[in-house]
């Protein structure tokens, strides 16, 4: 039983490169989420899918599209890098939408030059 | 800004002391929750309370919620230097989209 499993664990990105980062879980979670964590920020909601088939937005959605692939899979995509997109990136899911506890991934920390 | 905000920012105490971190929140909420990350890891959920509950217990920890103060906090008794780590709470609300996280405490436990 892997939990949630984030690829990759690091990434170097080039301004105006794109990326996924890829997220699974294996418990069955209805709800999953992406978060960005920054120095001095704590973490914040960049998108979340609620249940399989809907996402919405966060509170820093900009600059980021996602697709929920299945009620496993959950990804983020980077169109075009820039260098405020440093940061390290964490995946969760919970079971129901925000009533229950988050599992979190361990984190892809992206820089980008 | 964030929802929820942590106090302090930063605590250093010696093995076997308790350690008390306060969170404060600024809207009404469904329930709070505590967690714990290991520098370079994931965070790690540790406690779920209820804003129809209390006082929790967890093994050695111990989250007090005062919904009328918009306050909560947690209680690491006997701590151990394996406790070291950033500690944060996290607001689900009543109405709104998200688990709102606050910044954290970074706890030192000196062995």
């Known amino acids: 039983n892997a939990g949630v499993t984030q690829t990759p664990k690091f990434q170097v990105l080039k301004t105006g490169q794109s990326m996924t980062l890829q997220c699974a879980q294996d418990m069955n979670h209805n709800s999953m989420y992406w978060y960005r964590q920054d120095p001095g920020m704590g973490l914040r909601l960049i998108y979340y899918?609620?249940?399989?088939?809907?996402?919405d937005k966060g509170e820093v959605p900009n600059g980021y599209n996602v697709s929920r692939l299945n009620k496993r899979e959950f990804s983020l995509r980077l169109e075009s890098a820039a260098p405020s997109q440093t940061s390290v990136y964490f995946c969760?899911?919970?079971?129901?939408?925000?009533?229950?506890?988050?599992?979190f991934g361990q984190g892809t920390r992206l820089t980008v030059v | 800004s964030q929802q929820g905000e942590e106090d302090p920012q930063a605590l250093s105490i010696q093995e076997g002391e308790n350690a008390t971190m306060n969170c404060s929140y600024k809207t009404s909420i469904n329930n709070l929750q505590w967690y714990r990350q290991n520098s370079g890891r994931g965070l790690v959920h540790l406690i779920l309370i209820r804003s129809n509950e209390r006082e929790k217990h967890s093994g050695r920890l111990r989250v007090t919620l005062d919904t009328s103060k918009k306050s909560s906090s947690l209680l690491i008794t006997a701590s151990r230097a394996a406790d070291t780590a950033s500690y944060f709470c996290?607001?689900?609300?009543?109405?709104?989209?998200?688990?709102?996280f606050g910044e954290g405490t970074q706890l030192t436990v000196n062995p």
């Open positions: 969760a899911s919970s079971a129901l939408f925000r009533e229950t506890e988050a599992f």
């Open positions: 996290a607001t689900g609300k009543t109405s709104g989209s998200r688990l709102t």
């Open positions: 899918s609620a249940s399989e088939g809907t996402t």
